[in-house]
């Protein structure tokens, strides 16, 4: 069973820095890609950033190229979110995901696990 487990959402100022961190356990995840989504109430979830483990890739969204930044800890099966220049468009909740396939498309999947996801709330 493969659980993942979002952490570090909170408040903070435009132009402030948050760090989020995927916990991953219940298997060893290979070559799975690891996504981070982030959803609006009434809005479709939105693609924000992947990471395949083991070549370290990283994928993202132009509206997040340049202030966010996903890596990837192997030893500690965690995948981090290093978000800075918030700003109030980016206040969501921020999912994790993980994708078995090695076909799996970043922006698309299809994604397999999700977390329960994290508030993030970007103040002006």
């Known amino acids: 069973q493969v659980q993942l487990v979002e952490s570090g959402g909170g408040l903070v100022q435009a132009g402030g820095s948050l760090r989020l961190s995927c916990a991953a356990s219940?298997?060893?995840?290979?070559?799975?890609?690891m996504g981070w989504f982030r959803q609006i109430p009434g809005k479709e979830r939105e693609f924000v950033a992947a990471i395949r483990w083991g070549d370290g890739n990283p994928y993202y969204a132009d509206s997040v190229k340049g202030r966010f930044t996903i890596s990837s800890n192997n030893a500690r099966n965690t995948v981090d979110l290093q978000m800075n220049s918030l700003n109030p468009e980016d206040t969501a909740v921020y999912y994790c995901?993980?994708?078995?396939?090695?076909?799996?498309?970043?922006?698309?999947?299809?994604?397999?696990?999700w977390g329960q996801g994290t508030q993030v709330t970007v103040s002006s």
């Open positions: 219940g298997r060893t995840f290979g070559r799975y890609l």
């Open positions: 995901a993980a994708a078995k396939s090695s076909w799996a498309v970043p922006a698309r999947g299809p994604y397999d696990y």
